[in-house]
């Protein structure tokens, strides 16, 4: 049993396409195939059930993910002790769900003090978060071993393109968005949330006609005049041209927060990594008040 092979397996077991673990590590997937053709093997047992495109866990794969994500979670962690000296360097694993821009700004400071740190960044979960070191994201994660730190408090205001009739109205109220097209993040995102939260307060459910994942495409659409949507006011200061209007016609807040997975040995670059983000996220809330 090899530490590649568990590497492929987990993988494999988290997105459920051989295919799709090749192209992550960079091989054929034939290797993937034969890799955990040989570890079935070696164990006696099978650990997929195959249905066209897909492979899912049986129980015998089940109980091997468990040992082996754990197993590969205490190698990761040994190998950042052995290498966390004084100097700051090493790697720092971050989901950014939201406040890319904050995000990428803190890198952007943090990178002229410690170049010899690597990040590596997605803006959507897999099936797991336990993987990474800093999560941030207007999500609640009501596991006890988040610590979370307050990242950003937005308003939220209505977007919508300037030739939107609702423009006209000077006390647009949530009632009068009942027949109007909304735009919304995923339904995974806060903002998805709040919005149905929002609109089911007044007794109607939002008509949403596009979702995505990427808020730049967000704000295209709202440009292009599609639909309306409830945007962060700090977070999307200045993305938007002067063809779209952001109007605050509730008191409704978003708050962002920066987790730390508590049960993982975090690293001194991830620590000092946290400290410059809540520092940006803070000139960002001071330039917003003045």
């Known amino acids: 049993m090899e530490l590649l092979q568990l590497q492929y397996f987990c993988n494999a077991a988290e997105t459920e396409n051989l295919s799709e673990t090749a192209r992550h590590y960079g091989v054929p997937t034939s290797n993937i195939s034969q890799s955990i053709r040989r570890l079935e093997k070696e164990l006696n047992t099978t ?85 990474y070191d800093l999560i941030i994201s207007d999500r609640i994660l009501e596991q006890k071993k988040f610590k979370k730190h307050l990242l950003v408090v937005d308003d939220l205001l209505l977007a919508m393109k300037k030739d939107n009739p609702l423009v006209n109205n000077p006390r647009i109220s949530v009632k009068d968005l009942e027949n109007e097209k909304f735009i919304t993040m995923n339904n995974k995102s806060g903002l998805y949330k709040l919005t149905n939260e929002i609109c089911h307060a007044e007794g109607f459910a939002p008509n949403i006609v596009i979702q995505s994942d990427d808020p730049n495409y967000i704000r295209k659409y709202i440009e292009m005049g599609l639909g309306i949507s409830f945007v962060p006011s700090l977070s999307w200061k200045g993305t938007f041209s002067e063809n779209v209007e952001c109007r605050q016609i509730f008191k409704t807040k978003r708050y962002t927060f920066a987790y730390l997975n508590t049960q993982k040995y975090l690293s001194k670059a991830t620590h000092s990594f946290l400290d410059t983000l809540l520092a940006v996220a803070g000139e960002y809330a001071r330039e917003e008040r003045e």
Not at 48 to 63: I, P, T, W
Not at 81 to 108: H, Q
């Open 47 to 131: 650990l997929f059930d195959h249905a066209s495109n897909k492979v899912a866990l049986n129980e015998q794969g089940k109980l091997l993910y468990t040992n082996a994500k754990t197993a590969l979670m205490l190698i990761h962690e040994a190998k950042i002790k052995l290498c966390d000296d004084e100097k700051i360097s090493g790697e720092i694993k971050i989901l950014a769900e939201t406040n890319r821009r904050i995000v990428t700004k803190a890198i952007e400071t943090f990178q002229k003090s410690y170049s010899d740190v690597v990040f590596f960044i997605n803006h959507s979960a897999d099936n797991s978060i336990d993987g």
